[in-house]
């Protein structure tokens, strides 16, 4: 193997690290509700055997050798960056998300003087 292939092989596994991230705020939503030390460490190792599983098959679909030390450093930068840069991101409408569905619970969603209801007036 060259050293251009090696490249990419890098570059595949930043996107695998990045993808683990992904998948690593998705199963905290799941974990969200709960406040038990349980659901964590349930939900953690769920993430560790998707995320082997997800670079498994990209390895396997792309024929790419076997794991070495620099894919399995790519793969902790690309988990990195996302922490970094694309979760600000996923966590902002994520909050803009739930603060809406939470108004929407509360009945809030409607504004009063489209329905005609008038606001009681402070004294």
Do not use: W
Not at 113 to 119: I, M, T
């Amino acid at each position: 193997m060259n050293g251009a292939d090696q490249f990419y092989v890098f570059l595949i596994s930043v996107c695998c690290g990045a993808a683990g991230g992904l998948l690593y705020d998705a199963l905290g939503i799941v974990r969200a509700p709960f406040r038990v030390p349980a659901v964590r460490i349930v939900t953690d190792i769920l993430f560790c055997a998707a995320f082997a599983a997800l670079y498994l098959a990209v390895c396997v679909a792309l024929s790419l050798p076997d794991l070495r030390f620099y894919s399995f450093a790519a793969c902790v930068l690309g988990f990195f960056l996302y922490l970094k840069s694309f979760h600000k991101i996923v966590a902002f409408f994520g909050r803009k998300i739930y603060n809406k569905m939470k108004q929407i619970r509360r009945g809030r969603s409607r504004c009063p003087k489209k329905e005609g209801k008038a606001l009681p007036k402070k004294k």
